[in-house]
T-cell receptor
Framework: GNSVTQMEGPVTLSEEAFLTINCTYTATGYPSLFWYVQYPGEGLQLLLKATKADDKGSNKGFEATYRKETTSFHLEKGSVQVSDSAVYFC????????????FGDGTTLTVKP | DTAVSQTPKYLVTQMGNDKSIKCEQN?????MYWYKQDSKKFLKIMFS???????INETVPNRFSPKSPDKAHLNLHINSLELGDSAVYFC????????????FGEGSRLTVL
């Protein structure tokens, strides 16, 4: 079956530090890959996505590249802000799976001023 | 205008009671979902409907019964509540069954005493 493995948290960084949250996946076929962000007290919202190999998704200074050879989709940001403190979820969606997305366990990021 | 809205946002109730959570989406999407998020932030899919038809029914106790009166609404009724049902329940929708990107509501926090 499909699975997503994320870097365990929590992650604590100082403002302006570089962020990497690792994500690797197992899936049959060619899945689409996503990063969702959940701010405190809110629902998940899409941060970025990539639908095919070598695609780079980007939004709000965050980036992730779909690497088929390493089955990875690592999230990066060059300089984090306090407002980036949230839980980040890596997810995949594969055709033929009745629309069921597979989520990682989430990584909690805290950015300190 | 909220895209996916859930009510109520908070429920506090006693063990053994029955409760319902309602969800509506105004995005014109065909597919809707219920997810459960536990205290460790793990997300687990419970149900999915596509055009009012049940397509995903994960291993969920029979006490949980979803109902989709039309494709814009998906409600969740829970009978005989137990302590372990305490969680945040998220409704979500997607354009279609295999389109991947999910739009989440803000969540309904259920506390069973």
């Amino acid at each position: 079956g499909n699975s997503v493995t994320q870097m365990e948290g929590p992650v604590t960084l100082s403002e302006e530090a570089f962020l990497t949250i690792n994500c690797t996946y197992t899936a049959t076929g060619y899945p689409s890959l996503f990063w969702y962000v959940q701010y405190p007290g809110e629902g998940l919202q899409l941060l970025l996505k990539a639908t095919k190999a070598d695609d780079k998704g980007s939004n709000k200074g965050f980036e992730a590249t779909y690497r088929k050879e390493t089955t990875s989709f690592h999230l990066e940001k060059g300089s984090v802000q306090v407002s980036d403190s949230a839980v980040y979820f890596c997810a995949l969606s594969a055709r033929g799976n009745a629309g069921k997305s597979t989520f990682g366990d989430g990584t909690t990021l805290t950015v300190k001023p | 205008d909220t895209a996916v809205s859930q009510t109520p946002k908070y429920l506090v109730t006693q063990m053994g009671n029955d409760k319902s959570i309602k969800c509506e989406q105004n995005l014109g999407h065909d597919t809707m979902y219920w997810y459960k998020q536990d205290s460790k932030k793990f997300l687990k899919i419970m149900f999915s409907y596509n055009n009012k038809e049940l397509i995903i029914n994960e291993t969920v106790p029979n006490r949980f019964s979803p109902k989709s009166p039309d494709k814009a609404h998906l409600n969740l009724h829970i009978n005989s509540l137990e302590l372990g049902d305490s969680a945040v329940y998220f409704c979500a929708s997607s354009l279609g069954q295999n389109t991947g990107e999910l739009f989440f509501g803000e969540g309904s926090r259920l506390t069973v005493l």
